[in-house]
């Protein structure tokens, strides 16, 4: 196995608080560093350390000059990945961590111990900034007002979530003097697109470390082996588990079995929602209010738009509501499988789209269901920010300014209908619709349009027939 040849000149590097004595050595794949004095050689891509050493030298991915790092906020959920990540960040880059949590309603147990847990792992500090209504207002029901829906199901829980947390920790770098911001996504998912476009947007000069992209650890096992190694404090276990992300709006489940589209979710995997089967074998009647396209209130009882989901979320679980399983086509060009529970967004989409039956004309109706696609795409894809999106919104704030009204839903075993709506912009005229003759319509006029709307018909007709 031939020696890696190493660079004589030797430099300090921070290691959070310790300064180590360490050189740049020479690596075909990638940079390292290596401490004064040792030998290092290259095998299967890991970085190890020769046979005259006795001392073993771990991987260090070394980065340029221009990704110099003095500081970063970290976006941090307490879990296996992200407490591994507060470590390898400080032995790679050298600079102080900075922890940071937003809280999107994952539930309180998910905050618990966090501060302790994060300076266990070595960060600095934590920051933890309370979302949930800017969430909801500012993210969630542009959404919901547009209608966006992805590939037919997916009401875009984890999609909307994002830049809402980027945009935060944003904020947190700059108030804490980061020059660098980091995540724990993956190199195959979405998420990694949604935090990096919305950093680009909000502050083009942050840099960003993304470790899931740079490290030698491939998956759950190489991340506890690393955790027991520096004594990071993570409990869990090498027991394959479904990976999960939760927010006010939803929660999905990933992985394990679900990876083979073929088998059917277990049950005891879902937490917001009772089996369909099991729900109360009388159906509940709710009055969801509505002002320009977005829900304010239940029952007559207005509320502000986090509790409003929240409840919402507490009645619809009750009652099955809101579970989707589909196999989506994820933004870097595969396939992925995953089952998600959506209660209370269930109930909000279904009345939504019930009022604007109502005050929505057919050509504007047709429009907004186009744009929705479109919509959609741009949030899934990570463009919260982009100028197409907020200018489309523009366009959903103004065709939705009269949707405004009250729609009564029936929920039961797993199922939203309507059972009425009303509102004082409703187009429906029951004098026009009626099936009696009245004054402003005269059925013996359709007559007339039928010949002129029918003559492109008519005469591609006579042409085949040589009339």
Request: glycine letters at 8%; proline letters at 5%; aromatic letters at 8%.
């Amino acid at each position: 196995m031939a020696v890696v040849p190493s660079i004589s000149n030797t430099r300090l590097i921070s290691n959070g608080f310790a300064l180590n004595q360490e050189k740049r050595v020479c690596c075909p794949k990638k940079p390292h560093l290596l401490q004064v004095g040792k030998r290092s050689s290259l095998f299967s891509g890991r970085i190890c350390v020769s046979q005259s050493s006795p001392q073993i030298a771990a991987p260090k991915a070394v980065p340029n000059d221009k990704e110099k790092v003095n500081k970063v906020v970290l976006a941090y959920s307490g879990g296996l990945d992200t407490s591994v990540i507060v470590r390898w960040i400080r032995e790679n880059y050298g600079c102080e961590v900075v922890c940071f949590t937003a809280d999107v309603g994952q539930g309180e147990m998910e905050l618990e111990g966090l501060e302790k847990k994060a300076k266990g792992s070595g960060a600095s500090q934590l920051v933890v900034k309370d979302l949930k209504e800017e969430f909801v207002k500012d993210f969630i029901f542009p959404c919901l007002r547009a209608g966006a829906i992805y590939e037919r199901k997916y009401l875009l829980g984890t999609s909307m979530a994002r830049p809402v947390i980027a945009k935060a920790m944003v904020d947190v770098a700059r108030e804490v003097g980061a020059d660098a911001v980091a995540h724990g996504c993956t190199g195959k998912g979405n998420d990694q697109v949604r935090f990096e476009l919305a950093f680009f947007a909000l502050n083009p000069e942050l840099k960003v470390v993304a470790p899931w992209r740079e490290w030698d650890i491939t998956g759950r096992e190489d991340a506890i082996e690393y955790a027991k190694k520096y004594d990071i404090p993570v409990s869990v276990t090498k027991k394959s588990i479904y990976s999960r992300d939760r927010n006010l709006w939803h929660l999905s489940h990933e992985g394990d079995i679900l990876e083979d589209p073929g088998n059917e979710p277990e049950e005891g995997m879902y937490m917001m929602s009772v089996n369909p089967v099991d729900a109360p074998n009388q159906p509940e009647y709710l009055d969801i209010g509505i002002v320009k396209g977005v829900p304010v209130s239940i029952n007559g009882k207005e509320l502000s738009p986090a509790s409003l989901l929240a409840e919402l979320n507490t009645i619809g679980g009750k009652h099955g509501i809101g579970r989707i399983d589909m196999v989506e086509n994820r933004l870097v060009g595969m396939k992925s499988r995953g089952v998600y529970e959506t209660p209370g967004g269930t109930i909000m989409w279904h009345a939504a789209r019930e009022l604007e039956s109502l005050t929505l004309d057919r050509e504007t109706m047709q429009v907004k269901d186009m744009f929705a696609l479109k919509y959609a795409e741009l949030v899934y894809a990570g463009r919260w920010f982009d100028p197409l999106r907020e200018s489309m919104d523009a366009f959903m704030d103004k065709i939705t300014e009269k949707t405004t009204g009250s729609v009564r839903l029936k929920l039961y075993k797993g199922s939203v209908t309507v059972a009425s709506r009303t509102s004082p912009y409703s187009l429906y005229r029951e004098d026009i619709s009626s099936f009696e003759n009245g004054q402003i319509y005269n059925q013996g006029d359709a007559e007339g349009f039928i010949r002129l709307y029918g003559l492109p018909t008519r005469v591609r007709a006579m042409l085949e027939k040589g009339i």
